[in-house]
């Protein structure tokens, strides 16, 4: 499993279903929009759907015995443990609220784990016309083009994306915000584009320095950009400092040179967070 030639049709297969998709999510993006409230800001669309059952139907005819856990998927059948098999974890469309609003920060993100390790990533904003590709050990692309991480190293001149998660009681907004006031302190500038998946491709791509995220939606959110930003020269990891672990709703990810500063200063603004 996981041979040179096995790699490359993974990669193939993952990216007609992540077009089929984007074209679902371009048509229905300039449309009046049916949405679902999941949670008090978490929203599901028909396009949600229709795109998870056409990248499902198309994976799973290819590769009958691999493994799934996608977003919706999940949600009806419990959240699946990881194990060594071929693991497909698509979010069909990551970005909803964006989505709904009419603002173009949407994709589809398709990642593969084999033996636990994400292996294949693919990343596509069907209204930015922008497809992120990342194959483990061959380097990753923005539309067919070589891509690498930033050359800062210092926070001051660094960038940040993070995002304010779905909840919305008191103690975690505190938490977000309280984090967030102390880390604007040390960096250049914030952004939330309101996809986790985009914000990992950012920092893949030099557009970003920094990104965290804590208490995303799932591993769908995130298999597929950690791959992205490993093979662009990267680093992703939990962010107390800790080893990136897919299944664990937590991410950081910078360029190669900011790791340990940017794990400091989230552990500063944790204790500031603790003390006020």
Same mark, same amino acid.
């Given at each position: ?11 193939? %297969? ?64 419990? %959240? ?6 071929? %693991? ?64 800062? %190293? ?123």
């Amino acid at each position: 499993m996981g041979g040179n030639d096995s790699l490359a049709e993974f990669l193939d %297969t993952a990216l007609e279903a992540a077009k089929a998709a984007g074209e679902i999510i371009r048509r229905g993006f300039y449309e009046k929009k049916n949405v679902e409230h999941k949670g008090q800001v978490d929203l599901v669309t028909e396009t949600d759907k229709a795109c998870e059952d056409l990248i499902f139907s198309h994976l799973k005819q290819k590769y009958p015995d691999h493994k799934f856990i996608g977003e919706e998927t999940s949600a009806a059948i419990g %959240t699946a443990e990881l194990t060594d098999d071929p %693991t497909w974890m698509v979010d069909p469309l990551d970005g909803t609220t964006n989505f709904v609003h009419g603002y173009p920060f949407v994709c589809v993100s398709i990642g593969l784990t084999i033996e636990k390790v994400p292996t294949i990533g693919v990343v596509y904003n069907p209204i930015m016309n922008e497809l992120f590709t990342g194959v483990r050990g061959q380097g990753a692309f923005l539309n067919g083009h070589p891509i690498k991480a930033s050359s800062q %190293t210092e926070l001051v001149t660094a960038l940040l994306a993070s995002e304010v998660g779905t909840k919305r009681d008191k103690v975690t907004v505190d938490a977000t915000t309280n984090r967030i006031n102390s880390l604007l302190f040390k960096v250049r500038s914030l952004r939330m584009s309101g996809s986790c998946a985009l914000n990992l491709c950012g920092v893949a791509c030099g557009r970003l320095d920094l990104m965290y995220e804590l208490g995303f939606g799932g591993p769908w959110d995130v298999a597929a950009g950690a791959v992205i930003v490993q093979e662009a020269g990267g680093l992703v990891f939990d962010p107390s400092g800790a080893d990136f672990d897919v299944m664990a709703q937590r991410v950081a990810a910078t360029n190669g040179h900011l790791k340990g500063l940017f794990v400091h200063a989230i552990k500063e603004a944790e204790n500031s967070t603790a003390h006020s």
